[in-house]
Nanobody, 122 residues
């Protein structure tokens, strides 16, 4: 069974930093591109950062470019998101998942973990 467990979120002041972690299991992790997504209340889920299966290539949403860094450790089946210079608009639930592949929980329901909440506020 696919499992994606995000952690590391919390309350942080503007300008602060957080490091999110994602523990993956139930699939051949190194065969998949991975990504971080986020969803704020009332907004669509958006791609934040992506990383190719070997970790050689990354890409970022314009809104986080230069502030966030995605990385992975295939030996540990882990994906990370280092977030610096955080802004209130970064407040959202952050999720990790495969990019370019959908893990299906049911025929009409894609699998997502519970995510981890990041709140940027003074």
């Amino acid at each position: 069974q696919v499992q994606l467990v995000e952690s590391g979120g919390g309350l942080v002041q503007p300008g602060g930093s957080l490091r999110l972690s994602c523990a993956a299991s139930g699939f051949r992790f190194s065969n998949y591109d991975m990504a971080w997504y986020r969803q704020a209340p009332g907004k669509e889920r958006e791609l934040v950062a992506g990383i190719t299966r070997g970790g050689a290539n990354t890409n970022y949403a314009d809104s986080v470019k230069g502030r966030f860094t995605i990385s992975r450790d295939n030996a540990k089946n882990m994906v990370y998101l280092q977030m610096n210079s955080l802004r209130p608009e970064d407040t959202a639930v952050y999720y990790c998942n495969a990019r370019g592949t959908v893990f299906w929980f049911r025929s009409d329901i894609p699998y997502w973990g519970e995510g981890t909440l990041v709140t940027v506020s003074s």
